[in-house]
C-alpha cells in the first residue's frame, strides 16, 4: 500500500503563487507517473498536470505557463508550483502516483484565491 500526504494548500490572493507537495511512503514498488487534478466545488474531477518518470511534462491548457510540476524522486514527492493564480484555479487538488500497476489519491489539500 501506498500513502500520499499533501501539503501546501491555503488561501491566497489572484495573482499570488502557492506550491504543493505530495510525499509518498509506504510499500512503493517502483513509482511511474505522478501528477495533480482538482476539483472544485460541483465539478467533477479534472487534470492538471502530470510528469512521468521519464519523458516529457503534461498540462492541462487551463494552467500552461502558469503551473509547473516537478519531483525529486530520492524522496518519492512530486510538487506543483502555482502562479498567476486566478479564482477559477479555487478547488481542491489531488495528487495521484502510479506505482507498478496500481495508481494512488493523496486526500486532497484546498486551494482557495480571492479576487
Known amino acids: 500500500q501506498v500513502q500520499l500526504v499533501e501539503s501546501g494548500g491555503g488561501l491566497v490572493q489572484a495573482g499570488g503563487s502557492l506550491r504543493l507537495s505530495c510525499a509518498a511512503s509506504?510499500?512503493?514498488?517502483?513509482?511511474?507517473?505522478m501528477g495533480w487534478y482538482r476539483q472544485a466545488p460541483g465539478k467533477q474531477r479534472e487534470f492538471v498536470a502530470r510528469i512521468p518518470s521519464g519523458g516529457s511534462t503534461n498540462y492541462a491548457d487551463s494552467v500552461k505557463g502558469r503551473f509547473t510540476i516537478s519531483r525529486d524522486n530520492a524522496k518519492n514527492t512530486v510538487y506543483l508550483q502555482m502562479s498567476s493564480l486566478k479564482p477559477e484555479d479555487t478547488a481542491v487538488y489531488y495528487c495521484?502516483?502510479?506505482?507498478?500497476?496500481?495508481?494512488?489519491w493523496g486526500q486532497g489539500t484546498q486551494v482557495t484565491v480571492s479576487s
Open positions: 495521484h502516483v502510479v506505482s507498478g500497476w496500481n495508481g494512488y
Open positions: 509506504g510499500s512503493i514498488f517502483s513509482i511511474n507517473a
